[in-house]
């Protein structure tokens, strides 16, 4: 593996060489796992670091993260940590551990174990690889379980009978990987995937981890992929017996993807948004408002992501109307579409192609969205006016005369508040 490892960028080789120190300090051996070695064999550009430690995840990542000078979270219960680096780079950090599922989809038992232990209970063999980085060690690739032939045959595979079992979101990883890289489900992992769909075992497993793994399918880099793929293995009925996406939904979402790159590529400066998020709402857009929130609340989104959802749902008919008119004054565009979220107004171009309904969008956040009054509360408070809820009115009233392009500078503006005072 050197060769493969001579080939990273310098930041990556630098946290490998202070975890090679650890180890040997520590006497703890360490090993490249999971997803890196899977992702450096391909030539994958993700260079996030899982490490696993033959010894206390916990102590090896606090050493680490001094020689760093980085945050640390720890994960006492799991005996896990993650190195907060900047960068978008992340480092977790476990203790090699076996896991025993004492039924169908429950939560697993865990308890130290060996490495061999550990990479067994990952779900596919390409993700079951490790290199050593310990000090001495010849970073040669560990491979069990046949990893790196599947890699190079294009196959998910299952490291045993009971893994779809076990682990019923390895369903939805199983998916993920092969729409990613556009591999194929080894036939007797297939027959084991579809045994477990037909059992229902995706309906027992916690909201919580369905929501983590759609999360994930949706942060791809073709959601529309996953979702066809999943839907023709499965259905969506663990989500909502209501799901059943078709033409319609796979149209919205071809373009879901051409609105995002129209606002990244148009306004980089903007704060960021869940991309993942407007393809979730995209999905549940044939739904009612109560049922999208009651499916946000099973799946333990976040209240400001349960927010989010509920502004995309209320994305209705008049809405859509009200916003093709030709006639609609900046006033009124900026009353509809402030209270929207960056991913409800993305959604909400997604919808139509009227010409009109697409520039009163674009005009929204290239002119409407950045406006401030030049004048504040100070102002009408030296003009002799008393503070009480007559403040936001006049302000309302002169961010609407400027929207309307009637007041222009600050002059103007305390030109108007006089006159409205009057």
Not at 57 to 82: D, V
Request: a positive charge.
């Amino acid at each position: 593996m050197k060769e493969y490892l001579e080939k990273l960028p310098q930041e990556i080789k630098y946290l490998i060489v202070l975890a090679r120190r650890v180890s040997k300090e520590t006497k703890m051996p360490a090993y490249l796992v999971g997803g890196f070695p899977r992702d450096l064999i391909l030539g994958a550009k993700d260079w996030d670091l899982d490490i696993t430690v033959e010894g206390n995840g916990i102590k090896f990542a606090e050493n680490l993260a001094k020689r760093l000078n980085s945050g640390l979270i720890r994960h006492e219960r799991f005996g896990t940590a993650t190195l907060i680096l900047g960068h978008r780079l992340k480092v977790d950090i476990a203790t090699t551990r076996k896991e025993i599922y004492p039924f169908n989809a429950s939560l697993p038992v865990v308890s130290p174990g060996s490495l061999r232990g550990d990479l067994l209970r990952r779900d596919f063999t390409i993700n079951a690889m490790a290199v050593s980085i310990s000090k001495g060690a010849d970073q040669a690739l560990i491979d069990i379980f046949g990893g790196k032939e599947d890699l190079a045959a294009g196959k998910i595979r299952v490291l045993h009978d009971l893994s779809f079992k076990d682990d019923p979101t390895r369903i939805l990883r199983a998916i993920r990987f092969q729409q990613r890289y556009n591999f194929k489900i080894e036939p007797k992992t297939f027959r084991f995937l579809k045994e477990a769909i037909k059992l229902d075992l995706l309906n027992k497993v916690n909201p919580h981890r369905l929501r983590d793994e759609l999360v994930l399918m949706f942060k791809e880099e073709n959601p529309l992929k996953q979702l066809k793929q999943l839907c023709v293995l499965g259905g969506l009925s663990f989500i909502s017996n209501k799901l059943q996406p078709g033409k319609p939904t796979y149209d919205l979402f071809k373009s879901v993807d051409k609105e995002i790159l129209w606002f990244r590529q148009n306004f980089p400066s903007h704060r960021q948004f869940d991309a993942w998020l407007v393809y979730f709402a995209a999905l549940l857009r044939p739904l009612t408002l109560v049922q999208g929130n009651k499916i946000s609340q099973r799946l333990g989104l976040s209240k400001e992501e349960e927010k989010k959802i509920v502004s995309c749902c209320k994305i209705n008919q008049r809405f859509i109307r009200r916003l093709k008119n030709k006639q609609a004054k900046p006033e009124q565009i900026f009353a509809l579409l402030k209270p929207l979220s960056y991913e409800a107004i993305i959604l909400l171009r997604s919808i139509s192609q009227d010409s009109t309904f697409k520039k009163h969008i674009a005009d929204f956040l290239m002119i409407y969205k950045g406006m401030r009054l030049c004048i504040s509360g100070d102002d009408l408070h030296s003009l002799g006016i008393l503070p009480g809820p007559r403040y936001q009115k006049i302000l309302n009233k002169v961010l609407v005369a400027r929207l309307n392009g009637r007041v222009k500078n600050r002059q103007e503006e305390l030109a108007l508040v006089r006159k409205i005072v009057k």
